[in-house]
């Protein structure tokens, strides 16, 4: 593609890469870019919204509150968003297990402990790996789940499975933005050089919107795990960052960036 010959300083050189996500991570993402000579399109395709089962969640911060739960498990930070925006409690007794060092640093941030963050994979998967030695094995333990309303309920399957009394939750919902005509009449006219796809949700959205992406134009997920939902929808994979950190996505980009695109 014309305009993207990478040099040793700036190896995105003239670069367009189309970031899907606003506000904090998309300025963060999008600085990172241009410290390697891209030009960020950031264009947010997600956003998130309220619980339909706002009861639900109230009921269950209560319970956080006052010490009936022995742990939370959180597995975004988006979760953590929520748990700021509604004051939430964690009792002294009650211990918390992150999905990722995304997750962690966003609890902390947040003025909240982590106690489990996966040693390698940062998964449900992972978590999941970890969690008898993190417990000591003790069993059932009472465990809130607080998750997206579209996440699959993998971990809680998983702790039930081991024997664990868990009470699900829904924190959020995650909805589609449009993004704008010029972006989608870039994308299919090639102008765009790498779409950066951070999750299932954007992965969908990213394939109704823009769908189908030109041959010459990288498709970069964040983890397998995207990647495979992105897959399972039909959308093309050309890179998977080795870490689910978006500087490891965008390290991606740069291994790429002599490639004759």
Known sequence: MSG???NADKPLAGWRVLVPRGGPWGDQVAANLRSRGALPVVAPMINFAPTDDASALEAAL???AVGEFDWMTVTSATTVDVLSSHRAVVAP???????????????VAAGYHVDIVPSEDNSAKGLL????????????LRVLALRSEIAKPLLTEGLRRIGHEVESVVAYRTV??????RVVADVKAGRVHAVLVTSGSVAQQVQEQLGPIPETTLIACIGPR????AAAIGLRVDVIADERSAESLIEALVRLAPRDL
Do not use: F, N, Q
């Not at 007794?93 to 966003?106: C, D, F, L, M, Q």
């Not at 790996?129 to 059932?140: Q, S």
């Not at 995207?226 to 939902?229: L, M």
């Open 176 to 181: 589609g933005v449009p993004v704008s005509d």
């Open 226 to 229: 995207t990647a495979k939902d």
């Open 129 to 140: 790996e970890d969690w008898e030695a993190a417990t000591h094995g003790v069993i059932p």
């Open 62 to 64: 209560g319970k956080l």
């Open 93 to 107: 007794g009650t211990r918390i297990a992150a999905v990722g060092e995304t997750t962690a640093a966003a609890l």
């Open 4 to 6: 993207a010959r990478p």
